[in-house]
């Protein structure tokens, strides 16, 4: 049940506050950045040396790191002997340049280097040689990642970064070169971080050629239909990413600049500058000087570069110098300002990318629809365990380490071959390998957590060894198949919720104790027999409520089997149209057709029919989405079976051997939505045809004349006009579908502003969808090809599993409501968070420990409270979690301006009393990356905090909780045991808090002398400077 009282400690402010948003700009950050000096008169070249570290693609991420295979072609690379041979490359010579970009693969070397070497690196930094750029755990996708997944994934990058090198290793410049088109949310997440400007590589090509015909490879984006202050600076190359043709120094390509050669180089790349030039409004031009895996003999490349820049030293027209995108950046805008330059202003976004005419990079936005799931799944699992750890170190344990491993998985996992499912099918297996390991690392202490959170004097000694039952979907769990278990459902929301427990079960009778005594449940029959896995497979699935979930609280349930009950409901064919549902919220299938031919949501109904279809294709790949026919074919629906439960109802059908579904309408007040949980797979190819299926949800009498609304990475939404492009004139008739497509990261939905209605589809992963006919709604659900598209992976995609094509089950949400009601947008709004944020659902096995019903009672409490009270309907906390010796908290307001004429509104939030466990003594805000401060950054002794809509405000703070626990770590030595333990001894690095911690701060007393002992946390973000001796690593023991 969703909260709407908003609670008394909380106002709800109706006016306006001034909002900082600006972060500002360190003292000392000038001194870090070294750009070599521009020459008046002349056209200013900046030669920028980059390697592109793909995180996994051809390779894993280790192999790449490694260089495991041969030295034949580049994807054999290994990343660690770039970052060796720059280093003494740069080294050599002062005026040399280079950034560095991912810092999953900085990190990992890193932990390798002896203390010379990460000397050497903190002095390139901080002379500004080697700029650290993007900063991120990787080079996010930007279509199909969420935006909380890029947050945390940049936010952890800068924490290395900054614990490593210190504070000139900051980045300030978004570099996102090779992401395939590029989303607005992605440009608002930079602007936030205080980023100066943006870099981007893929658009489509038509908006490149008239971008460079009319100057405006440089422009001005706004980021944010909602935020002040979200205009950012933002270019791209003339070209692609790479050097140029005859310039590829580095040892896998071969060109070389000798005696003989040097006036032909040098004049043959001012003919390409001749032609660059053109494209700018200022007098400078950056320039690319590497490419995928570059740079691992550093010195052949600088020394080629270096007899380019020579030759060039007395050219009448060029100034050819190394430097950075931070230098070029800098450049451009001093003279945008001296000359008055008017650059472009972008509103929109940059999807879909095509190529070329044929070419529309839109097949990624849903291909390996179960690794784009998985990841969804290790975010909600990051930010429950996150949020539990900061709980249980307030009872004196530190977990945070066991968040490490998942921390990182998940940036690996946002990573543009990733996420998006275009990395060879080995490689795909080993991400989903690296966050099921991560996961299970996370949930080790839950056990401990869970029990000293409920336990009713302290923390009883009991190992209930949780787990979260990854395999639900396909009907495997060892724990619900036991006698007895618990049940734990953890809420991550910051208001109380209600969630529908389901669980593989094989038996029918239940006895089920809750908080609030013994609850109700249903059994059903499973939607389909995975008797191919090989495993203990249910066969049912038992449903019950968790109720009034509190706000990131836990809720424990005691199951028991009994004998068997009437609570089985056995499917039943359906024999003529049936309602399902309540009065409120319901569906009728239609007999004849076996398809849902109505939908009632909060008492309105609307005829709205659902039906999948399939696209055939003979040239789509893992990126392209090329469908051969020029419109889809609809499959032959099945009248199906139902049941009729207490919680809900449910409509089973058996389409075929590729297409089973179910759809639902649970019975609570505000279940407003019609859940279809699909399974799709073992797709057949048609003759020599490859499959791409889709379903579309159609609204009858429904004028959305031609335009939807897809969400960018989840947050604001982006109107979309069908066979329409704001930027450039756009020819839609070679591709009618596919350039249609658009990244559905969490909502995709339609308005009718005559008839002031509106429609919206939720998933649970991101997809690609569109809407190609008036009322209609479509998603692509899953792809089995026949062959490679040609952009570099190599395979087909093909995913299989058990000796089939692979299966895929997911959710989409349906849900309508005028567009004038208050509520339609919000609801959207708080399903979508309840689809991304699901509770943690934790089982233990207790049939075999004794531990009944009543010793868990005499032992636990069954419920425990995180918040004091649930924040508004428009206020998440997107996220908790330790930090260090201090903790991190993100507050958002979830609507945007206009949507809801209440709840669009200011909103402001009471820390006083926000969490149960604690008080919150001091606070500071940052920047969104958590990185820096901000401006006046003291939160005053009110402690109140104001968001405007879509507004993400970050925070570092202490408590007056117990501080004083310890972690695991007792040999309390700091010495260079990382050389021992490898990458998982990292709590000598200080990323997570030290044995000894200082005691518990008292703010209002401290005196600048404490301060100094205290070591409270503002000295703490960035203290690693310039290592004294060599032990960069003990600076702040
Ligand atoms: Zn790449």
Known sequence: MRNYIVPTVLILVLNSFSVKSSPVKPKNLETCQSCHPLVDGKINVHLVPHSHDDVGWLKTFSQYYYGTGDFTTYENAGVQ????????????????RFIQVETAFFWKWWLHQDEATKQDTIDLVNNGQLEMINGAWSMNDEAAAHYQSIIDQFTWGFRILAKTVGECARPKIGWQIDPFGHSREHGSICKQFGFEGLVVGRIDYRDKARRKSNQSLDFIWKTSNNLNNSELFTTMFPDFYVDEPGYRFDVLHGNTIEDSNLNDKVNGFAKILDTYRKYYQTSNIMMPMGNDFTYQVAERNFKNMDKLIKGFQNHQTYNVFYSTPSCYIKAVQDEVRQKSIVLEEKTDDFFPYASNSNSYWTGYFTSRPTLKRFERIGNKVLQSVKQLATFSRIKDQDHDIYTLDLRQAMGVLQHHDAITGTEKQFVANDYAKLLDSAIKKAEEPLSEIITTLLGKNGSPNLNLNFSSCLLTNITVCDNSQKERFVVVVQNPLSRSVTHYVRLPVNSDGFKITGPDGEESFDVFESIHKFDYVRAKIASKELVFAARNLPPLGVKLYYVEKTSLSKRFKPFKKLTE????GTKSNGFIVD???GKVKSVTIKGITRQVNQEFLTYRTTSSGAYLFRPYDKAAAPIASKVGTYALGSFVDEYHQVINTEVTQITRVYKGENDAYIEFDWLVGNLQYIDSYGKELVTRYTIQDFNNNETFYTDSNGREMIKR??????????DPSSSPVTGNYYPVTSKIGIKDETNKFQMAVLNDRA???????????????????????????GETLNEKQYGQGLYARGRHFLTFGSTEANGTAAFERNLAEEVLLSPLVLLADV????LTLEKIQGLLEFKFEGLTASLPQNVHILTLEPWIDSYLLRLEHILERGEDEELSKPVTVDLNKLFTLFSITKIRETSLGANEFLEDSEVGVTKTVTLEPMQIRTFIFETDGNNSGGNDDSDGDDDDDYSKGGDTNLAKYELFRQTRVPPPLRPSIRTGRERQVGKPYQEKLFTLQKAQSGRWHKMDS
């Open 81 to 96: 002997y770039i970052l060796n041979s720059t280093i003494k490359a740069l080294k050599a010579k002062p005026d040399r």
């Open 577 to 580: 149209d049936l309602y399902f």
């Open 591 to 593: 007999y004849a057709s």
């Open 721 to 730: 006009q069908l066979n329409h492009r704001n930027d450039y004139s756009y």
């Open 767 to 793: 997809q690609g969808g569109t809407s190609l006919t008036e009322g209609s709604i479509e998603l692509m659900l899953h792809r089995r090809l026949t062959q490679d598209d040609g952009l570099g992976v």
């Open 847 to 850: 049939s075999t420990e004794g």
